[in-house]
């Protein structure tokens, strides 16, 4: 039995595109869908952190809880985003080499 080669670089960029694309395209299905799952996750709460942030400019509301709310929400997805998405491309590309 022969197994397909993977393109590592087509796996890095699949994975730039949004984070657990390379390990499907690689046949790790569920740590694909894993890391899809939590992506998804860290989107939502960035943009939950968007909004707070977005509706207390425009109302310009005194209460800052909202304010502080936001800008964690925000700070917390951006670092789990850019920190996933680094670690899903490197996975990605180190896998298919591997392959």
């Known amino acids: 039995m022969s197994e397909e080669v993977k393109n590592p670089g087509v796996a890095a960029v699949l994975s730039f595109v949004f984070n657990g694309l390379g390990q499907l395209y690689n046949g790790q299905i569920i740590k694909g869908l894993v890391i899809v799952f939590i992506s998804t996750l860290n989107i939502l709460i960035f943009m939950a952190g ?13 209460f800052t809880g909202q304010l502080a709310w936001g800008v964690v929400l925000f700070c917390i997805g951006l670092f789990f985003i850019c920190a996933l998405g680094i670690y899903s491309i490197f996975d990605a590309y180190r896998v298919a080499k591997k392959l």
Not at 50 to 62: A, D, E, M, Q, T
Request: avoid cysteine; aromatic fraction near 8%; proline fraction near 0%.
């Open 50 to 62: 968007s909004i707070l942030i977005g509706s207390w400019i425009l109302n310009k509301v005194v």
